[in-house]
T-cell receptor, first 115, second 112 residues
Framework: AQSVTQPDIHITVSEGASLELRCNYS??????LFWYVQSPGQGLQLLLK??????LVQGIKGFEAEFKRSQSSFNLRKPSVHWSDAAEYFC?????????????FGKGTKLSVKP | DTAVSQTPKYLVTQMGNDKSIKCEQN?????MYWYKQDSKKFLKIMFS???????INETVPNRFSPKSPDKAHLNLHINSLELGDSAVYFC???????????FGPGTRLLVL
């Protein structure tokens, strides 16, 4: 069955430190992969997406993610975290349920940033 | 200029009431969705519509009924609200291909 696992429920990093958020997926075909960010009380904002081609994708706010088919992973990275990056991060895979199907989301990783 | 908008942003109501949440997108997308986010932040698809036609209906009580008057709107009507319906409901839309979804700001529903 299709699924997304984000092994870290909560991560705390110091401002200026590097960040890596892990995402593993189980999917029967070549997946489309996404990272979304949700700030407190806000909706979900698309950070980046992978459909095909270069396995290292760049997103907004200085984030990047690397698709590794052999590891079924799509980890999110940022070289230097800013206090404003504190939020909940969701990895997603899709489409599920046909070509116009929905996304399956991981349970999210909460990022806290120490001054 | 809002791409996906939802109204209301907050909804507090009594058990047993009927309520509606409206969603509109101005992105020209063909597909719209409703997701439910529970208190643990878990997101789960409820419904998906493509060009006003229902294409996904997950295991959702039939008290929940989506209605799509046109492809830019997908409203969610909830009958006989229960305590367990308290959650954040997100509307989203996507083009037919590729399938990145764009989310609205959410409607925070609290059933008392």
């Amino acid at each position: 069955a299709q699924s997304v696992t984000q092994p870290d429920i909560h991560i705390t990093v110091s401002e200026g430190a590097s960040l890596e958020l892990r995402c593993n997926y189980s999917y029967g075909a070549t997946p489309y992969l996404f990272w979304y960010v949700q700030s407190p009380g806000q909706g979900l904002q698309l950070l980046l997406k992978y459909f095909s081609g270069d396995t290292l994708v760049q997103g907004i706010k200085g984030f990047e993610a690397e698709f590794k088919r052999s590891q079924s992973s799509f980890n999110l990275r940022k070289p230097s975290v800013h206090w404003s990056d504190a939020a909940e991060y969701f990895c997603a895979v899709g489409p599920y349920g046909g070509s116009q199907g929905n996304l399956i989301f991981g349970k999210g990783t909460k990022l806290s940033v120490k001054p | 200029d809002t791409a996906v908008s939802q109204t209301p942003k907050y909804l507090v109501t009594q058990m047993g009431n009927d309520k509606s949440i409206k969603c509109e997108q101005n992105l020209g997308h063909d597909t719209m969705y409703w997701y439910k986010q529970d208190s643990k932040k878990f997101l789960k698809i409820m419904f998906s519509y493509n060009n006003k036609e229902l294409i996904i209906n997950e295991t959702v009580p039939n008290r929940f009924s989506p209605k799509s008057p046109d492809k830019a709107h997908l409203n969610l009507h909830i009958n006989s609200l229960e305590l367990g319906d308290s959650a954040v409901y997100f509307c989203a839309s996507s083009p037919t291909s590729p399938r990145a979804q764009y989310f609205g700001p959410g409607t925070r529903l609290l059933v008392l």
